[in-house]
């Protein structure tokens, strides 16, 4: 039998210390949940296990969190493992309802149609598309057409929730070397 040249199965490892990070218990307010994104960002950078980018996604009704993500892109070679798809591929199964995605920074185009995809109610964000771009990331276009489509859809969007701690992850992950990975400017 002819072996396969195509994957045919991904599997997904969140660093060992994301994977025991204790979670706060339920209800979680929008502030815990930023923090926790952006605790994760942070940590992410300062264990060197990836980008400077973080999320969590809460379910509204009972107030958990139910998936947290880092940025694994670089680390794994993989272009999707983004912050909040990883969070998002987390918390797969829990999604239905009335869920809020928050992440360390605003959602680059592929994240932001994941939230899409996923039926997520409201997004909040850190530090904004500038901030990322500030620090040398090419976030591309398209956010702003998504976004609005998903606002007359009814989806909620908070930018710039704790925008100095987010913005501060970027800084530092790029003052220290941090390579500015994705599209080329």
């Not at 993500?69 to 794994?76: D, E, I, K, R, S």
């Not at 990883?86 to 309802?97: F, I, K, P, S, W």
């Not at 899409?116 to 057409?145: I, L, M, N, P, Y």
Request: proline share 4%; glycine share 12%; with cysteine.
């Amino acid at each position: 039998m002819a072996e396969s040249r195509f994957v045919t199965g991904v599997e997904i490892r969140l660093p060992d210390w994301l994977a025991v990070l204790s979670l706060p218990a339920a209800p979680v307010s929008d502030a815990a949940c930023m923090q926790l994104a952006i605790l994760a960002a942070s940590e992410n950078v300062a264990r060197g296990t990836g980008g400077p980018f973080g999320a969590c996604v809460r379910d509204n009704a009972t107030g958990e969190v139910i998936g947290v993500g880092v940025n694994l892109a670089q680390a794994t070679g993989n272009p999707v493992l983004h912050a909040e798809t990883v969070a998002l591929t987390m918390a797969a199964g829990r999604l239905a309802g009335d869920v809020t995605l928050f992440t360390s920074c605003e959602p680059c185009i592929m994240c932001l149609g994941a939230a899409h995809w996923a039926q997520v109610r409201r997004v909040v964000s850190a530090a904004t598309k500038a901030d990322a771009e500030a620090v040398g990331f090419s976030e591309g276009s398209g956010t702003s057409e998504l976004r609005a489509e998903m606002s007359m859809r009814g989806v909620v969007f908070d930018d710039g929730f704790l925008r100095t701690e987010g913005a501060a992850v970027l800084r530092q992950y790029a003052e220290q070397g941090g390579v500015i990975y994705g599209p080329a400017s």
